[in-house]
Nanobody, 127 residues
Framework: QVQLVESGGGFVQAGGSLRLSCAAS????????MGWFRQAPGKEREFVAA????????IYIDSVKGRFTISRDNAKSTLYLQMNSLKAEDTAVYYC????????????????????WGQGTQVTVST
């Protein structure tokens, strides 16, 4: 099992930027794909982005393409989400999650494919 702790959330004006971090401990971080999900008030949790274990490939939900960038530093066991040009609709609690399969060659946008989750960090974008 891997333990995940998110940080970097906060308040930002529309058009601004934030960088979220997710520190991992326990299971070997570098063996697993990682993902970011978010849950807005009154809505179900949704997929945001995912990155392969080696960091070479990534996928994004359409609404964040060109604005968000997922990355990882396996030496530091840390996952990142750089968020630029933030919009009010990006307001949510953001969660990082670890894929359940070691060295998976595919990326998933489904919650059930991730079995370790952080506690979440709040991002609030004001207009």
């Amino acid at each position: 099992q891997v333990q995940l702790v998110e940080s970097g959330g906060g308040f930002v004006q529309a058009g601004g930027s934030l960088r979220l971090s997710c520190a991992a401990s326990g299971r070997t971080f570098s063996n697993y794909a990682m993902g970011w999900f978010r849950q807005a008030p009154g809505k179900e949790r949704e997929f945001v982005a995912a990155i392969t274990w080696c960091g070479f490939n990534a996928i994004y939900i359409d609404s964040v393409k060109g604005r968000f960038t997922i990355s990882r530093d396996n030496a530091k066991s840390t996952l990142y989400l750089q968020m630029n040009s933030l919009k009010a609709e990006d307001t949510a609690v953001y969660y990082c999650a670890a894929d359940s399969t070691s060295h998976s060659i595919t990326l998933s946008d489904k919650e059930y494919d991730y079995h370790s989750w952080g506690q979440g960090t709040q991002v609030t974008v004001s207009t």
